[in-house]
């Protein structure tokens, strides 16, 4: 016997639910019309000895959620309450960006352009990943969208992505946070969750202090507790959130291919998430990095996609 139980079917959901939470579609960004748009982007910038390796993330995460699809409605003791507020427009599913894996401007430029237009159309962009070389184009069109709009950035991750250059490449994963800084728009960085050995030289850290980066690196966060980060983020700060799936421990999300040990908790992520909410407006979001090919029995897939759903629901609150 090889069947197991599932608990779609205790739930009653149908089974072919392709969308996040069997959330609506839109597939053309100049007609949208929602508060929150959620797209997948499969890869930006790889580098060529990885290739597009977190390019089967969205649809993981979008089939992590299907057994919940029939229970969208239910009480969400994260929200105490139901996770988009009744009567409330809903979050979108606009699908996935094509990409070609052999030109990373085009799909860099396809990025920009499509957050471009859910910036336009008025609603909140939540970019599905694909490694983390995607975001660099979505903070790109944030200060294309409104030049004046200052940003402060809440990267959680377990890795600080401040190489000038890696492998010949200036806009891959492991630059993410020094393009942002690079950038007009941004005008403040708190990273947190830094852990381990990663790609970055200690000249690279000393780069990003220099530029005025507040680091509360994981173990600081496990010390000192969340709050110690909510307290750098302003009043009324505009403010994007870049998460990378390696962020939180490896034993809640082993389908990273940087696993690093002494990572963060499910609430540690949303006590932040929540935290930057009551302080300022969240403009964006990214969840990147995961990679189905390495999870174990789908866990990580489940905590990534529970922590999208309980963003979607504080971004709908924040909307109201
Ligand atoms: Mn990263």
Redesign the pocket.
Known sequence: MNTKPDLGALYGATSDTKTFLGLETCSNLDELIAPIALIGAPCATPYASVGAYCRNGPDALRRATSSLTANVDRHDFDHGGPVFPVGQARPVDCGDLPYDENDSAANRDEIAKAIEKILARGAIPVLLGGD?SVPIPMLDALGKADESRKYTVLQI?A?I?WRDVHMGERYG?SS?MRRASEMPHIERIIQVGARGIGSAATSDYEDAIAWGVKFVPAHDLHNHGVAAVIDLIPEASNIVICI?A?ALDPSVVPGVIGRSPGGLSYYQMVDLIKGAASKGKIAAMDF??FMPERDVDDIGALTVARLITTSLGVLARQAQ
Do not use: A
């Open positions: 983390d991750d890795h992505d994963l993410t990378d390696d990147v990095e």
